[in-house]
Each structure stands twice: as structure tokens, then as C-alpha cells.
């Protein structure tokens, strides 16, 4: 599935010709660079997905806890001009550069300031290193800037931007990969949260164990239980997962508790799944 953004006006009939499932458009204090509530009925009615993303610079994130309170304030503004309404949406903040490691505590400051003034759901878009510090912090969502210098060659984010561009009825678009159902889009994806019991991890624990990238494999179990459940798989159980399945397997995938996966199933059963549920 792909997605299209932009910062002009996508036309919706033209984007759903095209073969795009989603369009992603902006919030800002730039009125002309905005989605309206016009355009959002318009992409509604022709069945597509829309995602949306907070950018007014670059350098947003920088500026921590005073910026994201300011910037959560315009967004909220925004999200009710829209009609949409309060917790429910998901609105990624750009942070269109190579952020510095030592700046990543700040941006995540901004992020989680900016979600809670805006009340919304919050992701990121950026560089891949700081969508994964943020996804160990409970920003689940994220979406990878198509700069691949600035990426680490493993998907961690539910979408990831293409460096190519398309026209899309006269308007010049990236192209983005949509790697989950549940991608941030609104509507949200509307299904039932099932149980956290043994059968559920029978589907895919052998997967969850293919890869010795450990970015990857926390990625993977965090979308996997959110697809499962819709809450957030604490980061200490995940880097417990990734000991007991590769080190204490001397880092062969699976070969974790000695290769015994009916071993595996219980301890994800019985430590993981009673954690989620208290």
C-alpha cells in the first residue's frame, strides 16, 4: 500500500485513480500549506486514508517542552476546524533533519508536550535512529524521512517515505510505503482488542525470532502486539524478549531458553501478556 504527501492540495479523485490508498497533509501556521476541512471531506468521500503532519520548520523539535506547547496549541486549533475530535486522531511532527543523538531527549520533550496540548495521539516523522529512541519511549508512531543517509537500512516506522516524487493530478507528491494497517491514517482502524492468551502468539512468535538486528526485532514485536491489542508493548519487556532470544542464544535467531519455543510461547504468555493486562 502507498500513500502520497504533500504541501499543496492533493485532488482525492486523482490520487485514488492513481492507485494511493492515503494522502498526507500538513498542519501549520502556514494557512496556504494546511489541509481544510473542505479537502478532508473530499479525500473521505473518495474512500482514501488521510495522514497527518505537523511542520512549520525543520528545526521544530529543538526548542522542547516551549515549543511543543505553542505548536500543540495551533495544532489543536487546527484539529477542531477539521472537525475532528480530541485523543482520537494521530499527528506526526516533522523533524525534517539530521537530528544530533544529544538532541533526540529535547525533541521527545516537544513530542509528548505537543500530544498532550493538542490531546492527540503523537508520531514522528524523521530520521530512522530517532523514530526508534522515540518508539522506546512510548511515541509508537513513526514515519521515515526518504533521506536514506540519514536512515539505517531497517524499516522502524509504520510508513516510509520513497525518495522518488510523482505528479499527481499537476501537483508534484512523495511517494510513501504504508508498512502496517494501522499507519497513524484517519478514520482510525476500527478492531476489536483480543486477549492476550497463548493462541494469539502462536501466529507469529517463529517470526518475531528471524532477525539478529535488534531494532528490527523490537520494531517487529512492537507493531505485532499493537496490531494485536492497540496498547504499547513496555520497552523494558521488549529488550528482555531480544536477551532471552538471541544473547542468551549465543545471538542465533530463536535459539533463546535452549531453541525451545513451547518455552518461548509461555514466558511471552505469562511475563509480557501479565504485564499488558494489569
Request: charged share 15%; proline share 6%.
Amino acid at each position: 500500500m502507498q500513500a502520497v504527501d504533500s504541501a499543496s492540495p492533493i485532488a482525492a479523485g486523482a490520487a485514488k485513480a492513481a492507485g494511493y490508498v492515503a494522502v498526507a497533509r500538513y498542519l501549520s501556521q502556514t494557512p496556504a500549506k494546511n489541509i481544510t476541512r473542505p479537502e478532508l471531506g473530499a479525500a473521505l468521500h473518495a474512500g482514501l486514508s488521510v495522514i497527518l503532519v505537523y511542520e512549520d520548520g525543520a528545526s521544530d523539535v529543538n526548542g522542547g517542552v516551549a515549543s511543543g506547547q505553542a505548536h500543540g496549541k495551533v495544532a489543536r486549533q487546527l484539529l477542531d476546524g477539521l472537525g475532528l475530535p480530541e485523543d482520537t486522531p494521530v499527528v506526526y511532527v516533522a523533524v525534517d533533519e539530521d537530528l544530533s543523538p544529544q538532541l533526540y531527549p529535547v525533541a521527545l520533550q516537544h513530542l509528548q508536550t505537543f500530544g498532550q496540548v493538542a490531546r492527540c495521539r503523537v508520531g514522528v516523522y524523521g530520521p530512522g535512529p530517532l523514530i526508534a529512541y522515540c518508539q522506546q519511549r512510548d511515541i509508537l508512531f513513526g514515519w521515515e524521512t526518504g533521506a536514506s543517509s540519514w536512515n539505517e537500512g531497517v524499516h522502524v516506522g509504520q510508513i516510509a517515505q520513497r525518495v522518488e516524487q510523482v505528479d499527481v493530478g499537476g501537483i508534484t507528491c512523495d511517494v510513501d510505503d504504508l508498512l502496517a494497517l494501522d499507519y497513524g491514517q484517519w478514520p482510525r482502524p476500527s478492531s476489536p482488542v483480543p486477549p492476550a492468551t497463548a493462541d494469539i502468539f502462536q501466529t507469529e512468535a517463529l517470526a518475531m525470532l528471524a532477525t539478529n538486528d535488534q531494532i528490527a526485532f523490537n520494531c517487529q514485536v512492537r507493531q505485532w502486539w499493537y496490531e494485536l491489542r492497540t496498547d504499547t508493548l513496555p520497552a523494558h519487556l521488549q529488550d528482555e524478549l531480544w536477551y532471552l532470544f538471541h544473547v542468551a542464544g549465543n545471538g542465533s535467531p530463536g535459539q533463546g531458553f535452549g531453541g525451545n519455543i513451547d518455552f518461548v510461547l509461555a514466558w511471552i504468555h505469562d511475563t509480557a501478556g501479565a504485564a499488558l493486562r494489569t
